[in-house]
């Protein structure tokens, strides 16, 4: 039976909170909130623990799990040196939504890097996360609390579909600000490499660091080897109906809807199936005129934290509705834009450039 505490996002109860870090200190399995998606948080340094996370979620073994601590100082605890560009980093952008990989230290257990000698890093800036962390004085090793490969959770609602009965707590402190999972930067190639495009933008980085690059297509997201960072397999936070991405390489955003409008009728006429839509405000009136057509807005064209933050719970709508097909769009590659894209293009079944 999972329990569901509703917790102060700003300002959480001391006594759920401490309820939370007694089961993570002996061995239990709690969801939280941070300001990326919801994690589902096990003590670092208890590899048993950590072995509960990969049941739960049906993760598998070669898929390695981000370490969660409250601020630069426990670093030491985890690692075994940090470059001068981490500083900066670290020093930038801590807490919030940027992970970084560092040498491994071998009071981490090996579950927890999928075998590696790297461990990914970051510390959360959600007050709930951190007074979690606080009061369990452990690094916490934490994946997205969902299902394996599911739709990222960014409301507890969205944990409880996935994990209830797999769970000892969720802590309920509503939605997530940003609901993206964080950048993963890996700091021991030269140059940098980000491995996953997040909350961080790569603008914001070279601001720091000057010059990183992009990591290319994951190509062992089928195989069995271990993988450097979470979320690089080919398909990943995917919805249960079929989404297709109409992928914008023009930047001619009426040559993409163009694209959708055909793609609506085809689905609906010549494969029989039921269709859901994730666009944006401006864009809503291109689909008025279809009949028993799920809408589903993001926010605005202009505001990319608003379509980011409601792009995973807007699958999840759909999804919800009993739509067979998910039909969208995505928004270039600049900021946010290029993590959006990103996870588009996972949880996506098919792909369509225009």
Known sequence: MTEILKIDPLYPDPKMIQKAAQIIRTGGLVAFPTETVYGLGANAFNSQAVQ?????KGRPANDPLIVHIQNKTWLDQVIIAQSPQAELLVNRFWPGPLTLIFPRKPDIPLNVTAGGEHVAVRAPSHPVAQAL???SGLPIAAPSANRFGHTSPTQASHVLDDLSGRIDLVLDGGECPIGLESTVLDLTQDPPVILRPGGITREEIERVIGSVRLAAKNKIGTGQESM???GLLDRHYSPHSTLILIENTTGNREIAIKKILEQISQTRK???KSVGILTVDEETHHFESFLQLEV????????LQEIGRNLFAGMRTLEQAGVEVILTTDFGEHGLGLAIRDRLRRAASHIIQV
């Open 228 to 230: 450097p960072s979470p």
């Open 52 to 56: 509960r996370i990969f049941l739960a």
């Open 133 to 135: 962390l606080a009061a």
């Open 270 to 272: 010549e494969e029989q």
């Open 296 to 303: 589903i807005s993001l926010g605005s064209l202009n505001d």
